[in-house]
């Protein structure tokens, strides 16, 4: 099992940005995979999940948009209306099983069994 998380770089404000996760060794369709991310001197926090549900944390929604693409093995995060505080290291990570996550909350790392590498946000004028 692998995930791989691309597309980090420096946007400015107001700007977008997609990431990509690309996933191998499992069935993405039958896995819930999360976007988390880490800013500096922060706790690591949950942004969007795809699986059961399609979830965000109320800082991101309506500005980024998760989704999946089963034929290429990869979920997507848009990022649109980028601010500061969206600075941060992302990671993509794979949930153990969808009731693992309704028992532990989707936004608990402790649902999760398999992590990609993390990459770098970071908007700045």
């Known amino acids: 099992v692998q995930l791989q998380a691309s597309g980090g770089g420096l946007v400015q404000p107001g700007g977008s940005l997609r990431l990509s996760c690309a996933t191998s060794?499992?069935?993405?369709?039958?896995?819930?995979i999360t976007w988390f991310r880490q800013a500096p001197g922060k706790k690591r926090e949950g942004v969007a999940c795809v699986g059961s549900l399609t979830l965000y944390a109320d800082a991101v929604r309506d500005r980024f948009t998760i989704s999946r693409d089963s034929l290429r093995n990869t979920v997507y995060l848009q990022m649109n209306n980028l601010k500061s505080e969206d600075t941060a290291v992302y990671y993509c990570?794979?949930?153990?099983?969808?009731?693992?996550?309704?028992?532990?909350?989707?936004?608990?790392?402790?649902?999760?069994?398999?992590w990609g590498q993390g990459t770098l946000v970071t908007v700045s004028s």
């Open positions: 060794g499992f069935t993405l369709d039958s896995y819930a």
């Open positions: 990570a794979r949930a153990a099983s969808w009731k693992l996550v309704e028992a532990v909350g989707v936004w608990s790392e402790s649902a999760y069994d398999y």
